[in-house]
């Protein structure tokens, strides 16, 4: 590259924004070749797709560390600075970033391309205007043209995360804190895209795309969006103004958040910057605000030096070459990097010395340790890694073996994982990826280049989705983007089943009057898509309160005391001492309707309610009007009010005091208004036929409904129990007027108290076992007589036994109520 030492050098320096970078892309067009060195694969991999659309891919070469695309006819060349071919001729050449020969790390990588890299017809060197001391002295000959930034950059003050404008790129200076913003973003504003240098073309263009599309309004990046990535940003904040360099954990320099902040605005259209924190050290200091409004950034003194073409006559010479001291007094020693850290840790060893006696060999060892930490391991792991691929390539055919190199690609190929596990394997592939570049490492290096390319390809997809997941919020992200218009402007839509959706993106389901927020959202998002929702929902609701005002008896039904409409629970039934008269609650739910239509709902479900108790459960409403009869008496009043309590169903000697004190007349009108009177039980016989027993059981809320028609249960079948209308004898509960026939059979059979035997015909009919017809007969007052076994069992009158207080079920039943209320009047 040092050939043309006499070819015109020209130095472009300014600010961000100059359009540095764009005038050298055009440069290079305009010869017949060239070659420019950026200082990120992202920003070579960018400029090469803009050369390509203009000179057709097979004209152009990208050549980085992990990616080499280099058709056999290419003449305009896209590198990293490491990567630039260092004998290739062209005839033009470009040096970006060249400010960058100040930085410890990768310093004398930049310095050594603004000494030697050199076009035929002309070098171009761009940076920053803090190189222009430096060039002075090292390029003398070199012509500095000074470029004035397009648009103002000034700056805007602190703001927090919430606070900050649209099309706001943020600044962090660890994947931890770039990762701690972006999900804060996505809790305040749905998400931000994320961009960090580590990041794969793939992924870093695949999040790029959602900012500049404006799916989302928020970048956040790493101080790599500083080297000329091409963002439309409005506002640049920083989340802090520190950061670790490799060494020490520093603030940053003045040319540093220059050239971060300018990259607020773009062409002419002007910028903003500031942090996140007006106090401490995360803010601006006055006289650092005032130089990058300026764009007076402190002249460098120095750049960082290593020799460039190293001695490789033996082991001592290239290490003793690459420690050597510059003889420039504005140049200075680089520290050790990680490739001569890991050479000097690999010279000590016996075996490498071995294989390392000659030039070639030398040269090969250095070429391995020049192989990139991608995985950021350190130089011991770095090294013991270096080591077991200079082996392979110091033995045998000098390759790498094929095995090894398929196992671990074999073990990266996953897609699962979190952000951070993605992200480590696409660092780990970068690593194979840099391997397959190298021409003689492997024995098919074509292949491993293809299998380790779709392999990042993969994982960089993988980490887009990740990222995408994890970062961005997009129902949040619309939401908040549509809000800010007014809820009569919220494009809300309802769907067939209930989904509720803004631009396709589906925020939760309304179930009647109630909106849920979809499962999948976050705790800290459930109040703004809630509040999102109840905006956008109000003419819905409305209309579905309207339907409601007017809903048919057919769309309202009643289940286990809740009224439903369309299957939505829209009223319960509390409990107010008579279940034909109780107290309508309409749901929570139905808040969200204005009064008026809340009174109209609660008198339409109030007049279907007492329509149904007409229609559906006569008996029971003619019980309840018989109890509030004064004409009736007060034995009649008051047993017609415990049966209506009860659900229409009493056992007889929980009212055995009150039955006994009726008289004929009492006997009279209450079998006009249905009721049996019966040896064990007073009931409603309308009250077990199917469609009344439904009813009845919506009503009291009864849960295990036992089968239609069922004239015997087993005892631990649903609805085996009294409220149900049967009633438990041993293993069996039989259906109560069922089991009135048999009592009123057996007293038809009885002469007076001689023993008799009952026709057990009727109770066989109805499937009771002689166990459940013999304890039958003894609740009904006959006690069985001694027989011999070959005789059919014979039975005598008793009578029942004397009136006592029944075990009452629980008192929060409607028969447990009933119950207490019958109690009581046994007492009296």
Known sequence: MSRFA?????????PTNTGKTHLAIERLMGHSSGMIGFPLRLLAREVYDRVVAVKGAKEVALVTGEERIVPPGARWFLCTAESMPANREVGFVAIDEGQLGADPERGHVFTDRILRARGRDETMILGSDSLRPVLRKLVPEAEIVSRPRFSTLRYAGAKKLSRLPKRSAIVAFSAEEVYAVAEALRRLRGGAAVVMGALSPRTRNAQVAMFQSGEVDYLVATDAIGMG?????????????????????????IAEMSQIAGRAGRHQRDGTFGALVEEGPGAFLPEEIQAIEDHAVPPLDHLFWREGEPDLASLDALIASLERKPDSPVLRAAPEAVDLAVLKRLAGEDWVRDRVRSSNAVGRLWAA??????????????????????????????????????????RLDRMDGDVETIAGRIAAARSWAYIAQRADWLADPALWAERTQSLEEKLSDALHASLTQRFVDKRTTVLLRQ???????????????????????????????????????????????????????????????????VASDEELALATATVTWRAVPVATLEPAGNPVRPRIRLDRALDVLDARVRAAVQARIERWFADRIAADLPDLAT??????????????????????EAGGLLPRRAAGALVE?????????LRKAGVTIGTLDIFAPALLKPRPAAARRALLGLDGAPPEGATALPRAAPGADLEHGFRPFGTQAVRIDLAERIARAAHDA?????????????????????????????????????????????????????????????????M?????????????
Request: net charge positive; charged share 25%.
């Open 6 to 14: 006499n070819s015109p050098v020209t130095a472009v320096l300014g």
């Open 229 to 253: 990535l091409n963002l439309d940003v409005g506002h640049v904040a920083f989340a802090s103004l520190s950061k670790f360099d490799g060494r020490r954990q520093r603030r940053l320099t």
């Open 369 to 410: 340790c020049g192989l990139p930490d991608f995985r950021k391991l350190g130089a011991d792991p770095h090294a013991r890694f270096v080591a077991r691929v200079f082996r392979h390539l110091s033995e045998g055919t000098g390759h790498i073996p094929h095995q090894w190199f398929a196992d671990e690609i074999a």
């Open 483 to 549: 809000i800010g218009a007014g809820a009569s402007h919220l494009p809300v839509v309802v769907g067939p089943e209930g989904e509720v959706s803004v631009e396709e993106h589906v925020l939760g389901h309304l179930n009647g009057f109630r909106f849920v927020v979809e499962p999948d959202a976050r705790a800290a998002d459930k109040r703004m898509l809630l509040a999102a929702a109840e905006k956008g929902l109000a003419g819905e609701l409305r209309r579905r309160g309207d339907a409601l005002m």
């Open 623 to 644: 019980l309840d009007a018989l109890s509030r009869d004064a004409a009736a008496g007060g034995r009649v009043r008051a047993l017609a009010g415990l049966l209506v």
């Open 661 to 669: 004190a009726l008289d004929p007349n009492d006997r009279k009108r």
């Open 750 to 814: 009885r002469k007076g108290r001689t023993p008799f035997t009952p026709d057990p015909a009727l109770a066989t009919s109805m499937g009771l076992t002689t166990d459940t017809l013999a304890r039958l007969m003894v609740q009904i007052g006959f006690q069985s007589v001694r027989t011999p076994k070959s005789e059919p069992q014979r039975w005598v009158w008793k009578g029942l036994t004397p009136l006592a207080k029944p075990k009452a079920p629980p008192r929060d039943t409607s």
């Open 816 to 828: 447990g109520r009933a119950f207490a209320r019958l109690a009581e009047l046994v007492d009296e």
